[in-house]
């Protein structure tokens, strides 16, 4: 009995010298051992790192992420659901009124990120600032329009 837990100890102990070795020793000898300045810079999508990392991201970012998460979710709930469709079309129409109110939840969703305008990646100044979209000496940049100059003075 001892000599089981002997081959399965020696084995353990072989597998974790190879991983050690790996790591520590053959590593050492196989990466590139050039030193850089840019090996130390921030990575972030291929692009160069400029300015800080605590600055404020715009809110359409996440919407537009989670909106994408959300019907990436959906076609996963969808692709089983499908390939037993028949199947199941033995236990009556429940099954497709169940996929509709599921797809119907989601548009109702998907219609109201798009009425609120969350979709819409590129907004006027205006419309951010709470104002009308196309009114007239709108604020192009960070000008300040007649109203807010009189407020000022």
């Known amino acids: 009995m001892h000599v089981q837990f002997a081959n399965i100890v020696v084995f353990c102990v072989v597998g974790a010298l ?8 053959v590593s ?3 990466r590139p ?3 850089d ?3 130390y810079e921030t990575y972030e999508c ?3 790192a400029i300015g800080s990392a605590w600055i404020r991201f715009d809110m359409r970012f996440y919407t537009i992420a989670l909106v ?3 019907f990436a979710v959906e076609v996963a709930f969808m692709y089983p659901w499908a390939l037993v469709f028949k199947q199941l079309s033995a236990v009556g129409p429940f099954v497709f009124i169940e996929m509709v109110v599921f797809l119907l939840i989601l548009a109702v969703g998907f219609i109201y ?3 609120k ?6 907004r006027s100044i205006a419309s951010q600032r709470g104002g009308p979209e196309g009114r007239s000496g709108s604020n192009p940049g960070n000008q300040t329009d007649s109203s807010e100059r009189k407020n000022a003075a």
Request: charged letters at 20%; zero cysteines.
């Open 46 to 48: 291929g692009e160069p």
């Open 113 to 115: 990120a798009w009425a």
């Open 117 to 122: 305008g969350d979709l819409e990646w590129v």
């Open 68 to 70: 994408f998460v959300i």
């Open 18 to 25: 190879f991983v050690i070795l790996n790591v520590s020793v």
């Open 37 to 39: 300045p840019e090996k």
């Open 28 to 30: 050492r000898i196989l």
């Open 33 to 35: 051992t050039v030193r």
